[in-house]
């Protein structure tokens, strides 16, 4: 399990080329109004060491950060662009802390999670990738780089340039998790992918090179070239949805706590419950959960996204052995009970989630786990008491004694433990 923090000037997602509010009527208005925010982006309660704890304490193990987004604002001190957080255009700049790369990456990594640096090939501040010159009618660039290779050349530069900058000056990165997966060589677009099909010019930013010169400066880099099948995939990212099974190769979702990736005032945020279900099923089926949490413009995270992580953290203090270290096993689920198998020994865990806050449970339950050795013992994680249990060619009988069926302390999920 892993945190994503998306944090960018712009209070809210915006969509460049379906844009509102005051400035929708004319495009250069509005880039320029956006691109303003960069003189008031001013975030004083930015205290990355408050994440960490919190991280921390929901059991977290790695996280990614937005070094750059596609409306191309730099949170690290880059010496390509001064559309970035160090600029002495931004008020923030005079802070020791500014460079914001840097003090997460170095706060997080203190307290030894794994660091990743998300980075957006597409940037839309560019003018070698949206040029001037045309006015832009979707995401994807505004040119033919097959017509003018040498601008496609300096964007190239540009990027290679900034992830170099990355990987050599902000101690171990783990993960170089690349997002905005239309910049790709044309020969890769999946016809039966909707938004693949909106990619009308080759884009190859040449990973390449990009890769091997991550590789040489980061030995051991997983890079993460999202959506784009290939050597330089080496986990695949589902956005906001679980497989309906496991995937034969490493992968992780990545989802919002709230209903947006970035900050918006009021924002729904997924009740704990919510979380460790998704946290379960997600892992049943091989995967990592990576929760996105976007700051806010004041440099914090709202007070409901502590709260959860709070929560969650105190199921993992209960239950995290049946999460960490483990691999899918059929039947991987079924009705509202979902197993993991431990990696080092021969334990299954079985989850039983439960749609209210407080876990309930039935006189029996049945897990129909078929083909397992002679069963040692079974348990419920957090609770002392011993179960009974008949164990035949269907699988596993467990009798709940009526003191663990209510009131038993348990919230979000139960989870037995069957040592075999």
Known sequence: MGVVESWSICPEDEGWTQRTGPYAADYYGYKKAYENLQTTF???????????AAAKAAGMKYVVFTTKHHDGFCMFDT????????????????????NITSEIFNAFRKENFMIGAYFSKPDWHSEN????????????????????????????????????????????????????????????????VDWQRTITFNQDIDMPRIASMGRSKQPGLIV??????????????????????????PWESCITMGNSWSYVPGDQYKSANQIVTL??????????????????????WDPVAYDRLKQIGDWIKVNGEGIYNSTSIAPYSESNIYYTKSKKANTIYA???????KVELPQNIALHLKGIAKIKKVSLLGSDK??????????????????????NGLSQAAVFKIQY
């Open 224 to 249: 993460v070239d999202r959506t784009v099948t290939g050597q330089y995939e080496n986990y695949t990212t589902p956005e906001q949805q679980v497989p309906n099974e496991p995937l034969d190769h």
């Open 42 to 52: 001013n975030p004083q309660n930015f205290h990355p060491e408050k994440w960490v």
């Open 129 to 192: 990738y949206w040029w001037p010159y045309f006015p832009p009618k979707d995401r994807n660039v505004n040119y033919d780089p097959a017509k003018y290779p040498e601008r496609w050349q300096k964007f190239k530069d540009y990027t290679y340039n900034q992830i170099q900058e990355l990987m050599t000056g902000y101690g171990k990165v783990d993960i170089l998790w690349l997002d905005g997966g239309w910049v790709r060589p044309k020969s890769t677009i999946d016809s039966s």
């Open 351 to 357: 989850f039983v989630l439960s749609e209210k806050d």
């Open 79 to 98: 010496k390509q662009t001064d559309y970035k957080i160090t600029s002495t255009k931004t008020p923030f700049s005079s802070d020791p802390r500014s």
């Open 386 to 407: 011993k179960l009974k249990w008949t164990a035949s060619a269907d699988g596993i009988s467990i009798n709940i004694p009526a003191s663990l069926q209510t009131n």
């Open 279 to 300: 946290l379960v099923k997600i892992v049943s089926r091989g995967g990592n959960l990576l929760m996105n949490i976007g700051p806010g413009p004041d440099g914090d």
